[in-house]
């Protein structure tokens, strides 16, 4: 983005201001449950045609936006829910820690997986690992942060 290899035509402001990081996990959480407090992005009940879990018996990832029902339609956020685990930025024994470090603290994971029951793709659940921890069903979101206006 600062090195103007993204488009950055519908940023607002000076893009150079703007951050590329993983959400905190309280970010994660309300863009999971927006509007309504939902238990998964899409809704109260858990739905196999809408997120990529161990029911649907897929038994690997897929490319975003193949559960087209189950995305967050508030907000446009596709699989929130299973396909992978996604980190995020704060610390897990330590939630408004999200200081980048070497300590090798765990951090949080959220949204659960395609390896993953359908009770783990909630959008109130909190998994972690090492920060050094890599895996098939771990992947990452990231947030563009503007600027306070």
């Known amino acids: 983005l600062h090195e103007n290899k993204l488009p950055v035509n519908q940023l607002d402001g000076d893009f150079q201001a ?5 959400p905190h996990e309280h970010e994660w959480e309300v863009a999971a449950r927006w509007p309504k407090e ?7 009940e858990f739905d196999v045609h ?3 879990t161990s ?12 559960y087209p029902s189950g995305k967050n339609s508030a907000l446009e956020l596709y699989d929130l829910s299973g396909g992978v685990s996604e980190w995020c930025q704060n610390k897990y024994n330590y939630p408004k820690d999200d200081s980048v470090d070497e300590s ?26 090492g920060p050094d921890f890599r895996s098939g069903t771990i ?8 600027p306070p206006s």
């Open 50 to 52: 809408k997120a990529n």
């Open 104 to 129: 090798g603290d765990r951090r949080v994971l959220r949204g659960g997986s395609w390896f993953g029951l359908a009770k783990f793709a909630r959008a109130a659940v909190r998994l972690y690992d």
């Open 18 to 22: 703007y951050e590329i990081v993983l």
């Open 38 to 44: 939902y238990t998964y992005p899409w809704g109260v």
């Open 139 to 146: 992947g990452f979101r990231v947030v563009v942060r503007r």
């Open 55 to 66: 029911e649907g018996d897929i038994g690997q990832t897929t490319a975003v936006g193949i």
